[in-house]
């Protein structure tokens, strides 16, 4: 029997959600809201606003962390939340959802509950998504030690500007980063929604990830020759374009041919020079591959790279490869699993174990 009690109101979830996926909210639909930029600040201020409000001890760490404390009768911490920060034109729920669920599920256990044993912390992580920088979970990297001090000037954005700089920009000194590093974990808790249909099509509510994907990513250099699109006759043309899309077509038919769950996506293309009367001379694309067995996505990610250079070849321009990510699949903790599945019987609500496909701070 479920203690109704301890239950969130449906209503003050659709409060949360919406204030919080107002800002940064696009005219077009979508939001934009990446590290350390003007939105990103702004929900930091509501969330820990909410934080307060739910008499919550909150505190920001080296690296943009925020963090809201019930103070238990132990010092060793349960953390639980998720992500802020979201991709291009993101939804509501993505990473949010996760912050803002564990906001209510610990303002409601202080509030009927009292002190718990161990510490709870509700975590608004700073970066999972590698929107603005390919940075590779940075919040979580930093909590867990595991920045390296040369990426505060190596990584940056679109315009150049270093994760270092706009750690400063915001007046986090990005040499204190080491200063985020935590040793009274005991375990990290993450609610988020599937994005896929899995559950939508099985007619569930719940999964229990038992293994996080593991994630392969690099970016693809086709150079061909730049002609123009009137005088230079089809035979006698270099189009990296059109060879670059064979490149694309080739990868895929491997990863459909290994089925299930390997996926592979080129989400991200660069045309040069650009022009409506000019055969394209320099094209980049991005390569999203991932599968849950290091060992199948390690030999996917040979075979696809093997079978771009066979594929320039063939089309007379060349290709080459700039790693940018490469994320081992991570099981979760069979203790922490065998909790939730114990929680969710208790509620009478059917789960399946699953995989998942996404990656998230909880495989770091």
């Known amino acids: 029997m479920v203690d109704m009690s301890l239950v969130v109101e449906p209503a003050e979830m659709?409060?949360?959600?919406?204030?919080?996926?107002?800002?940064?909210?696009?005219?077009?639909?979508?939001?934009?809201?990446?590290?350390?930029?003007?939105?990103?600040?702004?929900?930091?201020?509501?969330?820990?606003?909410?934080?307060?409000?739910?008499?919550?001890?909150?505190?920001?760490?080296?690296?943009?962390?925020?963090?809201?404390?019930?103070?238990?009768?132990?010092?060793?911490?349960?953390?639980?939340?998720?992500?802020?920060?979201?991709?291009?034109?993101?939804?509501?729920?993505?990473?949010?959802?996760?912050?803002?669920?564990?906001?209510?599920?610990?303002?409601?256990?202080?509030?009927?509950?009292?002190?718990?044993?161990?510490s709870l912390e509700v975590v608004a992580l700073c970066e999972e998504e590698d929107s603005r920088f390919h940075c590779n979970f940075w919040g979580t990297r930093g909590i867990l030690g595991l920045i390296d001090e040369g990426e505060l000037d190596t990584l940056r954005d679109e315009h150049g500007t270093s994760i270092g700089k706009a750690m400063a920009e915001v007046g986090l000194p990005p040499e204190r980063f080491r200063e985020a590093r935590r040793d009274d974990l005991d375990a990290f808790v993450e609610l988020h929604i599937e994005q896929g249909r899995i559950l939508f099509d099985e007619g569930l509510p719940l999964g229990i990830v038992d293994t996080i994907t593991g994630l392969y990513r690099f970016k693809v250099t086709v150079e061909g020759r730049t002609d123009h699109a009137g005088t230079t006759p089809m035979d006698l043309r270099r189009?990296?374009?059109?060879?670059?899309?064979?490149?694309?077509?080739?990868?895929?038919?491997?990863?459909?041919?290994?089925?299930?769950?390997?996926?592979?996506?080129?989400?991200?293309?660069?045309?040069?020079?650009?022009?409506?009367?000019?055969?394209?001379?320099?094209?980049?694309?991005?390569?999203?591959?991932?599968?849950?067995?290091?060992?199948?996505?390690?030999?996917?990610?040979?075979?696809?790279?093997?079978?771009?250079?066979?594929?320039?070849?063939?089309?007379?321009?060349?290709?080459?490869?700039?790693?940018?990510?490469?994320?081992l699949p991570k099981d979760m903790d069979a203790n922490v699993r065998a909790e939730l599945a114990a929680a969710a019987s208790a509620c009478n609500v059917n789960w399946i174990p699953m995989v998942s496909g996404a990656g998230h701070d909880s495989q770091v």
């Open 239 to 327: 189009d990296a374009l059109q060879a670059a899309a064979h490149i694309a077509m080739e990868m895929t038919r491997i990863v459909e041919h290994a089925g299930r769950p390997a996926v592979i996506t080129n989400g991200w293309w660069d045309v040069q020079p650009g022009a409506w009367n000019i055969v394209p001379g320099l094209v980049q694309f991005s390569v999203d591959l991932r599968h849950p067995d290091e060992s199948t996505k390690q030999r996917l990610a040979a075979e696809v790279r093997e079978r771009g250079e066979a594929t320039a070849a063939e089309h007379g321009v060349s290709v080459a490869y700039e790693v940018v990510g490469d994320v």
């Open 14 to 118: 659709k409060f949360l959600v919406e204030t919080l996926g107002a800002i940064g909210e696009q005219a077009g639909g979508g939001i934009i809201r990446h590290v350390y930029d003007q939105a990103w600040i702004a929900a930091r201020r509501q969330v820990a606003d909410w934080l307060r409000d739910a008499g919550l001890q909150v505190r920001e760490d080296a690296v943009g962390n925020l963090f809201g404390r019930l103070e238990g009768e132990r010092r060793r911490t349960i953390l639980t939340g998720s992500h802020i920060d979201t991709v291009r034109l993101g939804g509501r729920y993505d990473g949010a959802l996760g912050v803002l669920s564990a906001l209510a599920a610990v303002r409601l256990l202080k509030q009927r509950l009292g002190t718990p044993l161990r």
